[in-house]
């Protein structure tokens, strides 16, 4: 029941899915992460992403997060700076849903090019905030969006920051 055809591959998590939305309060907005690919020749496929997007979204998923890869020693991953942008704009535009992509998106600049151009709704940065925990307010300073430093981070914060 649970491999094989796409209907079968893809059951385990609309199962998870349905379960979830059935306890998680309606306001509260449902994430899921796909990886839009796996990048090996004969595998998962932006185009298998598309179809199980619309089936997440009629389940009630309110974001994608699409990343891809990871799943095989034997992928060739043409990693570079938003090279996981295009799948995220293309569940976006096909689907008709919020989404939020990841990958090697480490400056303000390009985040905001990512999220203006309307190829995502959201920029994760996981690894950006590991390197650099105030990257937000790095971010936001850069952008001309100067954002005070929150109360309780005053202690550990530059020279001269200011409380909101």
Known sequence: ??????????????E????????WPQ?????VRVSAT???????T????????????????????????GSSPAAVIPAGPGFQTGFAERIRREV????ATVGLITTPEQADHVVRSGQADLVFVGREI???PYWPLHAAKALG???PWPPQYLRAAPAGAKAR
């Open 1 to 14: 029941d649970y491999g094989g055809a796409f209907d079968n591959r893809t059951r385990l998590l609309r």
């Open 16 to 23: 998870v899915v349905t379960a979830v939305r059935a306890e």
């Open 27 to 31: 306001q509260l907005p449902l994430m």
């Open 38 to 44: 796996d990048w090996v020749e004969g595998g998962w």
């Open 46 to 69: 932006p185009d298998d992403t598309v179809a199980l997007c619309h089936q997440l979204k009629a389940l009630g998923v309110d974001l994608i997060d699409v990343s891809s890869g």
């Open 96 to 99: 008709g849903m919020p989404v």
């Open 130 to 132: 590991l390197r650099d």
């Open 145 to 147: 969006q100067a954002t």
